[in-house]
C-alpha cells in the first residue's frame, strides 16, 4: 500500500472516530431535541395552529407549553413527535416557548407571534441592507424589534436532510434575530421592505426566514421526483451523478484533502518559478474545488438542504425571486417546467396547496446592443414563463422589477419598490379581508389589441389601467415589426379616457406585432396611476432564439400541473 493510500486510510478511519464519538456523546447526554428553526426571538404564525416536532427517547411523554396553552404527545419507536399548539391572535406581548420530555427541558424565549414568510430565490433576495440603496439610513434608524428575521446557512445535499446545522448561538446565520440598528444588516432587503409595510398595516409581528441563496437556478429548489420527469434535466443529472462518482472514487472528503494538499504543493514549486522567470503566476488551488459536489448547487440540492428541513413549519407564504441563473447559455431550456414546480412542490412538501406566492420578475443588466439580440435574449424568456406561471397559478402574484436598475448591474440596488410591491399584492389578495382599505398592486396588464390601419389599439386587464400614462411624457420600450419580423423602436400615445395604448411606426404600413419592455435591460414607461410599471408583453407567439444558445423557445412549452 502506498504512503498516500495509508494516508488516505487513516483519515477516513480518523473521521469515522469522530463521527461515532460525537453521535454517542449526543445520544448519551441530550434525547430531547428540536429543530434549529426554533429558537429564542422567533414568531409563530397568527390564526393557525402551529406545529411543532423534533426528538425525544423512544416513548418518552413529551409537552409543549406556550403561553396558556399545553400540548403532550408520546415519542414514536424511532423517536419522533409532533404537536399542533391552538392557533393564537397575533401578539406582541412576548412569551416562552417550553417543550418537556422526562427530565429534559428546552426553552425559547421572546417568541411572539404575528405574520411568518419565506424568503426565497437566489442573490437578489439575498440582497442584503448593508448592499441595498437606502441601507445606510435603514440600518441607522431601523427600530422594529416586532420584525424578526432567520438567514439560514448555505445547505445543498443531495438526499432530503431533516435539520440544518448552525455554528452557535449567536451566529448570524441559522439564529433569529431582530430589525434593529445593531443586527438588522444582513436582512434580506427585500424581505426587510415587505415586512415593514405589512407590519404598519396589519400592526403584527413578522418573522421572515431567509432561505436565499445567491447563482441557484430554479431545478435546485426542487424535488428530485419532479425533475426526474422533465428530458431538459438529463444533462443537468447527468453531470452531477458524474461529479459525485468522481468524487466517490477519489476517496471522498479524505481524498479531496489529499489532492488539494498536493496541488497546492505543485503550485508553490510553479508559483516559484513563474516568479523567477518574472512570468505571471499560476491560480493558487482554491479549497471551493475540492467540496463535495452534493454540497454544492445542484439538482434538488436546496430542497433537500433548506427547505425540507422547515416544512413542518407554519407560515403564511412565500416570497421569491430567482430566474438569472436561467438566464445563460441553455438554462433557460428546462425553466418552463422548474420554474413552476418551485410553486408545486413547495406547496406539497409544506401539505398547503393554496400556499401564497409572491414571484418577483427578473429585472435587466448588461446593455442594449441590438434590436435582434434585445428582441431574443434569455431574459425575455424567464420573464415570459415567469409572467405565464402567474396566469396559470392560483394565490400568486407577480411583481414587475425592469425599473429598478439604474445602472446595468444584475444586483439592482433599489430594493424597497420590490418589497413594497410585493407588500401591495400581501396585502391585496392574502390579507384581503383584514384591511379597511383597497389596494392597488398589478401594473397595466395586456389584454388583448385591434389593428386599426397601420397602428395597433391595446387594450388592458379590467382595473390595471386606470391612470394609464408614459412616465414623464417620454416614450420608450415599445417595439413594432411586420411580416419580415423586423423591429423597430416604435411611438406611442396613451388614451387616458379609454385606458388605451396606440403604437405605431411612421414607415411600417402594415404592423403585425407589437412588444413592450423586450430587452436584457428593459426601458419602459407605461405605468397606471400609482405608477406601478406595466408588465413587458408581445402580441406575437414566434420563436425566440436566445444567443449563445442552440434551439428555439416556443411560447406554448410551459408547464404546469394542469398541463
Known amino acids: 500500500m502506498t504512503c498516500e493510500m495509508n494516508h488516505l486510510k487513516s483519515l477516513a478511519s480518523i473521521a469515522l472516530l469522530l463521527f461515532v464519538y460525537t453521535t454517542s456523546v449526543s445520544a448519551d447526554d441530550k434525547t430531547l431535541i428540536l429543530p434549529n428553526i426554533f429558537g429564542d426571538s422567533m414568531v409563530l404564525q397568527a390564526d393557525k395552529p402551529n406545529t411543532v416536532w423534533g426528538r425525544a427517547a423512544k416513548g418518552a411523554t413529551v409537552t409543549v407549553r406556550f403561553g396558556d396553552d399545553s400540548v403532550s404527545t408520546t415519542a414514536s419507536k424511532q423517536g419522533e413527535w409532533k404537536v399542533q399548539l391552538p392557533k393564537r391572535e397575533k401578539s406582541f406581548d412576548a412569551q416562552s416557548l417550553t417543550v418537556e420530555a422526562g427530565t429534559e427541558q428546552v426553552t425559547f424565549k421572546d417568541v411572539l407571534v404575528g405574520e411568518v414568510w419565506i424568503c426565497g430565490g437566489q442573490s437578489n433576495m439575498a440582497w442584503t441592507m448593508n448592499g441595498s440603496r437606502d441601507g445606510d439610513l435603514e440600518i441607522a434608524s431601523a427600530n422594529a424589534d416586532h420584525i424578526r428575521f432567520m ?18 448561538h449567536t451566529a448570524r446565520e441559522g439564529n433569529w434575530r431582530k430589525a434593529i440598528t445593531e443586527q438588522v444588516d444582513n436582512c434580506t432587503a427585500v424581505g426587510y421592505y415587505f415586512a415593514q409595510r405589512i407590519s404598519r398595516l396589519l400592526k403584527t409581528p413578522v418573522g421572515l426566514i431567509d432561505v436565499s441563496w445567491g447563482g441557484t437556478m430554479a431545478q435546485h429548489w426542487v424535488t428530485d421526483e419532479t425533475l426526474s420527469e422533465i428530458p431538459e434535466m438529463q444533462p443537468y443529472h447527468q453531470e452531477f451523478e458524474a461529479a ?54 445542484h439538482p434538488a440540492g436546496m430542497m433537500n438542504g433548506m427547505i425540507k428541513p422547515i416544512s413542518n413549519l407554519t407560515v403564511k407564504g412565500v416570497l421569491f425571486y430567482q430566474g438569472e441563473n436561467n438566464s445563460f447559455g441553455v438554462s433557460w431550456k428546462p425553466f418552463y417546467a422548474t420554474f413552476p414546480a418551485v410553486i408545486s412542490d413547495w406547496r406539497q412538501v409544506f401539505s398547503f396547496p393554496e400556499l401564497p406566492f409572491g414571484i418577483v420578475q427578473i429585472a435587466g443588466w448588461s446593455n442594449r446592443r441590438s434590436m435582434t439580440y434585445d428582441m431574443n435574449h434569455h431574459t425575455n424568456v424567464v420573464r415570459e414563463i415567469q409572467h405565464l406561471t402567474w396566469e396559470q397559478f392560483d394565490n400568486v402574484g407577480l411583481i414587475p422589477t425592469y425599473d429598478t436598475n439604474s445602472n446595468g448591474s444584475i444586483h439592482p440596488g433599489h430594493k424597497r419598490p420590490v418589497g413594497e410591491r410585493l407588500a401591495r399584492w400581501a396585502l391585496s389578495e392574502v390579507y384581503s379581508g383584514q384591511i379597511q382599505i383597497e389596494v392597488a398592486w398589478r401594473g397595466p396588464v395586456y389584454k388583448s389589441h385591434v389593428i386599426e390601419g397601420n397602428k395597433f389599439v391595446i387594450s388592458f386587464a379590467d382595473d390595471t389601467a386606470k391612470g394609464l400614462r408614459l412616465d414623464k411624457d417620454v416614450v420608450a420600450g415599445f417595439y413594432i415589426a411586420g411580416e419580415d419580423g423586423e423591429f423597430l423602436n416604435a411611438q406611442a400615445r396613451v388614451d387616458t379616457n379609454k385606458q388605451q395604448l396606440t403604437v405605431w411606426h411612421d414607415s411600417l404600413n402594415a404592423p403585425v406585432t407589437v412588444r413592450y419592455g423586450f430587452s436584457n435591460l428593459p426601458h419602459g414607461t407605461l405605468m397606471n396611476g400609482k405608477e406601478i410599471p406595466a408588465y413587458p408583453f408581445r402580441t406575437d407567439s414566434w420563436p425566440l432564439t436566445p444567443h449563445q444558445s442552440t434551439g428555439d423557445y416556443e411560447v406554448l412549452k410551459i408547464k404546469t400541473p394542469n398541463n
Do not use: C, T
Open 244 to 297: 459525485l462518482k468522481a468524487w466517490n472514487d477519489g476517496g471522498g472528503e479524505a481524498g479531496a484533502i489529499i489532492r488539494f494538499e498536493n496541488d497546492v504543493k505543485e503550485w508553490e514549486v510553479a508559483n516559484k518559478q513563474a516568479i523567477d522567470r518574472g512570468e505571471r503566476a499560476p491560480r493558487r488551488p482554491n479549497r471551493n474545488d475540492y467540496i463535495n459536489p452534493g454540497h454544492k448547487r
Open 151 to 168: 438567514r439560514m446557512p448555505l445547505i445543498a445535499r443531495n438526499n432530503p436532510q431533516s435539520d440544518f446545522p448552525v455554528d452557535s
